[in-house]
């Protein structure tokens, strides 16, 4: 979801008027374009998809209900997403789930690359590499491949479910690091954390699959 | 950064994000590019993350459910009467 180059206050302003008109055409698009991202934040509280999908049903329904009293003090995208992990926390209490970030742990301290990829501390070069990683820059055609993606998406699938949400918003999604913190409600330097395993991960994930 | 001169590869895979955010103070900027200079394993690493990013931008958007869709469209249309 890359930003237009209009500027986005007025691109704002003129989806909500659309919307606020009853077009349902700006109306899908919006439920469309904010689907990946609603169901991956509902699912970090949820204990399942089904769940999931009814949260993000259950956020329409209310913005639709409060989209005339929308006063834009936030982004119409951040509104909507309040609303859905209030929504998300509501049903995850009920299921008497824990909610994740309000109990996320300060970094885990595990290494995000193998520490046997370096050498040890009686070694010359100490914390250096023992064999260089791949110059991907060369295996164009092999990163460029559909099968890399699958790759990808199915690393960020196997990922705990904070480092998901943060991944698929960020870099899926292209919300910025300020959006991704007042959604979720964590601190920034979490959030960068949580960014920088689930990156790592993904990378190791790619790593395997294109240095075979 | 360990002794705040120069920085090892293991310590450069740790604050890639940090330096990709813009998080690094000048100093450990600069600490940080001069290891790249002279170092092809870091600037690979660099670039494999660079290259997972632009990789993980590429997976398309999930497909709204036709029963969703249908559900919230209805109550939008309804909305409007």
């Keep these: 979801m890359a930003e237009a180059t209009v500027d986005p206050a007025a691109a704002e302003a003129a989806l909500l008027e659309r919307l606020r008109a009853g077009d349902e055409a700006a109306f899908e698009g919006l439920v469309a374009g904010l689907y990946g991202t609603m169901l991956t934040v509902a699912r970090t509280y949820v204990k399942d998809r089904a769940v999931a999908e009814e949260v993000v049903q259950e956020t329409w329904l209310g913005v639709i209900n409060g989209l005339d009293r929308f006063e834009g003090r936030s982004s119409l995208k951040t509104w909507i997403l309040s609303i859905l992990v209030n929504q998300a926390k509501t049903r995850g209490t009920r299921e008497a789930r824990t909610v994740p970030f309000a109990s996320l742990a300060p970094a885990d301290d595990a290494p995000t690359v193998d520490p046997e990829r370096f050498r040890g501390p009686h070694e010359q070069y100490t914390g250096g590499w023992r064999a260089f990683p791949a110059n991907w820059k060369a295996a164009d055609e092999l990163v460029q491949d559909r099968e890399t993606i699958r790759v990808a998406m199915r690393a960020i699938a196997d990922l705990p479910l904070t480092q998901q949400t943060v991944i698929r918003m960020r870099d899926v999604e292209g919300y910025s690091a300020e959006e991704v913190c007042a959604t979720l409600d964590v601190s920034e330097a979490n959030q960068r954390v949580l960014l920088h395993r689930a990156r790592s991960r993904v990378r190791s994930a790619l790593e395997r699959h294109i240095d075979g | ?81």
């Design chain 2, 1 to 81: 950064m360990a002794d705040g001169t120069a920085i090892s590869c293991q310590e450069v895979v740790e604050v890639v994000t940090d330096y990709l955010e813009g998080k690094l103070s000048p100093e450990e900027v600069a600490i940080f590019e001069a290891h790249l200079a002279i170092c092809d394993g870091c600037q690979h690493y660099l670039d494999q993350i660079r290259i997972t990013i632009a990789t993980v931008g590429r997976i398309e958007d999930e497909e709204v459910p036709a029963e969703l869709r249908d559900t919230v469209l209805a109550a939008f249309r309804h909305r409007r009467m």
